[in-house]
């Protein structure tokens, strides 16, 4: 029987010195139907925008040999360059950034490119940042559209966009059919512990408007270096019941390698930990 979703693998999964080749490989023998790719701050993942047209139909070629295509792409880099930024030069930068991200991603068939949800980060947030945030955004948005690329906000651990019905806000002020949501689960469950409401009401606020679930484990306070594996307090089979009612059906497994000597073993323990969600949900 054929699958009814997509499971993908965050590339911060594997140590940081594997090439893309040999990601694609690992990603098709732990199980994984897809690679996310991630754009961040650091020069050696933010050069990849520079590359040539057949630099990177190279990639291509390498997603057909190994039968794992990316489809996904996480853009944190506009955490170091933000698009709300008091910095006007700043903010030139974080456009270009998404601008040729979009190209990087038209090449290589990618559909949906996740934007951190984040005005600012290492500045402090107000209503001038949040003003530039909405003007940048509204020169980005019709950049995707024109690709046929959807943007999509992950939510954060930061104020300004830590639940999907702040993400709706923005959302809802732009318009756009190619502007949407890419909800981080386990961020969700700490914003739950941390307002007191519901993470599948939450859910609910952006029904129509979610293209893609990443899936995390975290603890109250902690949003990163976890394992997937069940310890934490992320609601793994409510949300992922959630997206099985609202035709959600794109996931990625985001965790981070953490110097293990097995890591080709943890990636297929998580793999099978997140198909057994996977499966009871959608088979």
Same mark, same amino acid.
């Given at each position: 029987?054929?699958?009814? #979703?997509?499971?993908?693998? #965050? &590339? =911060?999964?594997?140590?940081? /010195?594997?090439?893309?080749?040999?990601?694609?490989?690992?990603?098709?023998?732990?199980?994984?139907?897809?690679?996310e790719l991630s754009i961040d701050? @650091?020069?050696?993942?933010?050069?990849?925008?520079?590359?040539s047209e057949r630099s990177v139909m190279g990639i291509l070629r390498e997603c057909e040999e190994a039968g794992v295509p990316i489809r996904t792409l996480c853009l944190s880099a506009l955490r170091k360059y933000p698009l709300g930024s008091h910095d006007a030069a700043i903010r030139e930068?974080?456009?270009?950034?998404?601008?040729?991200?979009?190209?990087f991603a038209s090449i290589l068939n990618i559909r949906i490119v996740m934007l951190a949800g984040y005005d600012v980060y290492y500045e402090e947030s107000d209503s001038l940042s949040r003003t530039y945030f909405m003007e940048s955004l509204e020169r980005v948005v019709p950049l995707a559209?024109?690709? $046929?690329?959807?943007l999509a906000f992950e939510t954060m651990e930061?104020?300004?966009?830590?639940?999907? $019905?702040?993400?709706?806000?923005?959302?809802?002020?732009?318009?756009?059919?190619?502007?949407?949501? #890419?909800?981080?689960? $386990?961020?969700?469950?700490?914003a739950s512990v941390l307002y007191g409401?519901?993470?599948?009401?939450?859910?609910? %606020? @952006?029904?129509? /408007?979610?293209?893609?679930m990443h899936l995390k484990e975290t603890i109250p306070g902690v949003y990163r270096n976890l394992r997937i594996c069940g310890e934490g307090h992320?609601? #793994?089979?409510? %949300?992922?019941?959630?997206?099985? &009612?609202?035709d959600i059906r794109i996931f990625t497994g985001e965790f981070w390698y953490q110097g293990s000597g097995d890591y080709l @073993?943890?990636? =297929?323990?998580? %793999?099978?930990?997140?198909?057994?969600?996977?499966d009871k949900a959608f088979l």
């Open positions: 029987m054929d699958k009814l #979703y997509s499971l993908g693998l #965050y &590339e =911060k999964a594997f140590p940081a /010195h594997f090439d893309i080749t040999m990601m694609l490989r690992l990603a098709a023998i732990a199980g994984f139907d897809r690679l701050e @650091g020069e050696e993942r933010l050069s990849r925008l520079d590359w930068k974080a456009v270009d950034i998404v601008r040729r991200t979009i190209r559209a024109e690709a $046929g690329i959807v930061t104020p300004f966009m830590d639940t999907v $019905g702040k993400a709706m806000s923005v959302i809802e002020r732009i318009g756009s059919p190619w502007l949407g949501i #890419y909800p981080d689960i $386990g961020n969700l469950q700490n409401n519901d993470v599948i009401s939450d859910l609910a %606020c @952006g029904s129509g /408007h979610i293209f893609a992320t609601r #793994y089979d409510d %949300c992922i019941h959630f997206a099985s &009612e609202h @073993g943890e990636l =297929k323990s998580t %793999c099978s930990f997140l198909r057994s969600k996977l």
